[in-house]
């Protein structure tokens, strides 16, 4: 483990990715990279310089993905792995683990969010705040649950997908990869069809 962290995003999401990481308390130092060259700090954290310079950084930091969209984010995380870079798990300290959930690389846990046991969550997922994932999920890689987003037991969401904030998944559901599930929507059965789901239950949008 190195003991600095570098942070690719300084601006909504890397914002709360630096305050977890920050009460982690694990780090000596902690600090941003952004291609937005007019933001110099950033929760009173030094920006060191644009997304390119992580590979003269790479050998000195661990280096976490702090970026919200879901596609971005897949690709600056898979060039980091191409790479070698050490990417950590950030867990706020009041997030509730629950035992046998294996958190993969990139991951990042926010306050209040419940994982509950025997659930798996891929690499680069965002579990934000005040979400709920019960037992035996499958949450595979690059999804996005967003606030207050709560799932039953036993659900697979395919990779790249996005919960909006509110969202309800029922016990036993497969959603597919490449889906958002819009804000408040509830989800009663599988979906099997990339798009975008609204409603109470959840229907595909056609446009």
């Known amino acids: ?3 600095r962290l570098l942070i690719i995003g300084a601006s909504g999401h890397g914002k709360v990715v630096a305050d977890i990481a920050l009460k ?6 902690v600090a941003f990279l952004d291609d937005n ?5 950033s929760m009173g954290l030094e920006v060191l310089g644009t997304s390119g310079d992580v590979f003269t950084n790479i050998d000195e930091y661990e280096i976490f993905v702090g970026i919200g969209n879901n ?6 995380h898979e060039m980091l792995e191409t790479f070698g870079a050490n990417i ?3 867990v706020h300290p009041n997030a509730v683990i629950g035992a046998q959930v294996d958190l993969g690389i990139g991951t990042a846990v926010m ?10 969550i891929g690499k680069g997922c965002i579990v934000n705040t005040g979400s709920t994932i019960d037992h035996d999920n499958n949450i595979e890689d690059f999804v996005h ?3 207050g987003a709560h799932l039953a037991g036993t659900v697979r969401v395919g990779k790249g997908s996005w919960l909006g904030i509110g969202s309800v ?13 819009g804000a408040g929507s509830v989800v009663i059965k599988d979906i099997n069809e990339p798009g975008v789901y609204v409603g109470t239950p959840a229907k595909k949008l056609d446009y």
């Open 111 to 120: 306050a209040g969010a419940i994982i509950n046991s025997c659930t798996k």
């Open 24 to 29: 982690m308390n694990k780090w000596q130092s």
């Open 169 to 181: 998944v029922s016990n036993n559901i497969n959603i597919t990869n490449g889906c958002k599930v």
């Open 145 to 147: 649950i967003s606030p």
């Open 88 to 90: 950590p798990v950030l």
């Open 71 to 76: 596609a971005t984010r897949q690709k600056v």
């Open 1 to 3: 483990m190195k003991s």
């Open 37 to 41: 060259q007019s933001i110099k700090s």
